[in-house]
């Protein structure tokens, strides 16, 4: 049976350490989702998923599956499946007897253990490889084995720590691909760590980006990148190239470029954030339109990186990759109110105590 898992308001602190790794995390993941941990290395992403697989007892909080409290589960109680950046399987054990290995130790029945290999060597798209040996098998391979190994005894909760990190970009992409079809059939709750933001976007419905040791957003995709929680997301996310300040109130941002209508109901000072790619240009018969000049172009390839001024400020668009546009240019810009958001000009003040 898979279940949800519940995070509360976990505290870690390595022996030793000046400052704490992982402050106040509080998380919840409904049964039968996937939600990515996003976040930079070092910001403690493994060390959550230590806890939650019980080889990290953390120094505050508590952990439930499906309810329950494991904190005081050995990691073997807690019907888990994980998988690790490595595959780590058993060298002198075939593919099959690696899936199955899980699944002996529980002293399962042999033809139900065949059954359930079988299914998942098919899952995994290796069926013609149960019999050799995990040696012989490409890094890809391997973590697809893995993945069967993982998802083998059914466990309610299946934990990923950056599982496709060291493949090779074109082979990242089939495997984000296979553990959405091993989730459809399958319907195992999943924690995804990743610090790659396509990564976690694609693999995940929900996102909980993790700096510094604190949960700053946990939102569905769009949501993260529509609207930022905070000036530091935006800019892990790469949406802080525009950051206007100025003042919100009643539906309106107040700032040098006009009184701009806003979707949101943030009120105060701050800053208002748009994606450079949301930005439209065009003569536009609607809210939100300002007169801009062109100042520079760069053709890359893909697509146009704009930056123009209004106002006396500088705005970073991006366009198609065949827009008329040239250093010079008058045009008019579209800033879409659905993608405005207004965030406090400086990070949120940590507790006094935290402060150095
Ligand atoms: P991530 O997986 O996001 O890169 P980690 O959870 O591995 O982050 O590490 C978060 C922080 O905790 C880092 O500053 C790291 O140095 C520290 N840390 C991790 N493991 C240990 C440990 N066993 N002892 C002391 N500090 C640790
Ligand atoms: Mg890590």
Redesign the pocket.
């Known amino acids: 049976m898979t279940s949800d898992i519940i995070l509360d308001n976990l505290d870690h602190t ?1 022996p030793e ?1 000046a400052a704490p ?1 992982l402050r106040q995390v509080a998380l919840h993941v409904p049964a039968g989702t996937r939600t990515a941990i996003l ?1 930079p ?8 998923l230590s806890i939650i697989a019980g080889l990290t007892t953390p120094t505050g909080g508590d952990v439930r599956l499906a309810g329950r409290s494991v904190l005081r589960q050995p990691p073997h109680r807690r019907d888990l499946g994980v998988v690790l950046q490595r595959p780590l399987l058993f060298p002198h054990l075939t593919v099959a007897e690696n899936i199955a290995f899980g699944l002996r130790m529980r002293r399962t029945d042999r033809a139900v253990v065949r059954r359930r290999v079988a299914e998942l060597l098919d899952a995994v798209a290796l069926p013609a490889y149960a019999d050799r040996r995990s040696t012989e098998l490409s890094g890809g391979q391997q973590q697809r084995v893995a993945l069967a190994r993982a998802l083998a005894a059914r466990p309610a909760v299946l934990l990923l720590d950056e599982p496709f990190s060291a493949l090779d970009p074109q082979l990242r992409g089939d495997m984000r691909a296979l553990l959405a079809e091993l989730h459809r059939r399958e319907g195992t709750t999943t924690l995804f ?1 990743t610090h790659d933001r396509d990564e976690a976007t694609d693999v995940a419905d929900h996102v909980a980006v ?1 700096l510094d040791g604190h949960v700053a957003q946990h939102a569905p995709p769009a949501q993260l990148f529509r609207r930022p929680a905070s000036l530091a997301v935006a800019r892990f996310l790469g949406g802080a190239a525009n950051a206007i300040p100025g003042t919100a109130r009643a539906g309106r941002f107040d700032c040098p470029l006009g009184s701009l209508h806003l979707d949101t109901n943030h009120q105060g000072p701050g800053l208002l954030l748009i994606r450079p790619e949301a930005i439209v240009v065009a003569e536009h018969d609607a809210v939100n339109v300002i007169p801009a000049a062109i100042t520079a172009v760069t053709d890359r390839g893909t697509h146009l990186d704009v930056r123009a001024t209004s106002a006396g400020l500088t705005l970073h668009l991006t366009t198609g990759p065949a827009t008329p546009l040239r250093p010079g240019d008058e045009t008019i810009l579209w800033l879409p109110p659905t993608q405005l958001s207004v965030v406090a000009a400086q990070h949120q003040q940590r507790p006094a105590s935290q402060q150095r």
């Open positions: 390595y350490a790794t976040g290395s070092g910001s403690g992403k493994s060390t959550l760590v993790l």
